[in-house]
Structures are given as C-alpha cells and as structure tokens.
C-alpha cells in the first residue's frame, strides 16, 4: 500500500512539474539554458497542412548537436519533432554566415521529401547577405524522406 502512494506521490509530482515547466516556457519565464532545451523541444512542432502555422524555437548558434545532416531514410509517417528539428537545432551555421550574436535571424523552413523546398530567412536588423547565407545553408540540409509536407520557424 505504502508503495502505491510514493509511486503516485511521484506521477502527480512529475505531472505538476511538467505543468509548471510548460506554463513558464510559455510566459518566457525559464532560465536560458532550460529555455533553449524547452524551446528545442516543445516547439519543433510539424503539420500536415500547408495552411496551418508554424513554430518557433530559439536554439543555441553554438550547439554541438551534429553538422546539421541527417540520415536519408525514407518514411510514409510524417517527421516526428525530433527528425524536423535535427538539422536545425545546431545554429552553428548562422553565425558562420557572419549574424552577430545581437541579430535575431528567423528561418521558415517547408520540408517535404528530405528537402527544403520553402525557406524565408529575415533578419533583424535587416542584412541581405546574412540572410541569403543562412537560406543557402538551411537548402543544402536534408531531413529523412517523407511525403508529407511539414512546416519549422526557428529563431536564433
């Protein structure tokens, strides 16, 4: 008995937790470092439409995630969370195309059979050649295949 309460004790606990941690990212209220970690998570939300909006997440420019390929695999499901933001979470690329660290860069993205076929990159302040770099970058990467049209806005 006294074990079904400390294991329901800890569900409810995790569950408010959770709760606690959504609401706070939501408001914008989460330290930086758990904020990008929410924000990679949360928001690398994908839909099956072309008409519904996208999302947003602000990941790290200096993240280690990978090299921003992913393996080429084909799927009839749609890309879960994981595989649309895979090669763009590592925001590496932006500061390699000369954005400073002071430069909001948001990056529109539509995926569909692994590749970038839309991307609207804009910058703030506006810099034409930081962006032309960026959606260059952001077409060269490739995502696993599916059929299915998805759609990712990052800001970095």
Known sequence: MLTRRVALTVFLLSIFGLSALAWLGAKGRLPPTLARTYGTIA?????????????????SRTGDAGTGKAHRTSQATPLSSAQ???????????SECGAPDDMKVVVKVTVKMGLANDVTVTTDPPNSTVASCVEKSTRA????????????????
């Open 141 to 156: 990467m490739q995502w696993p295949v599916s059929s299915r049209t998805q759609h990712a806005t990052v800001t970095y």
């Open 84 to 94: 649309l933001g895979a090669p763009l979470v590592n925001g590496r690329f932006v």
């Open 43 to 59: 928001s690398f939300a994908s839909d099956d439409s072309d008409a519904a909006p996208a999302t947003s997440v602000e990941p």
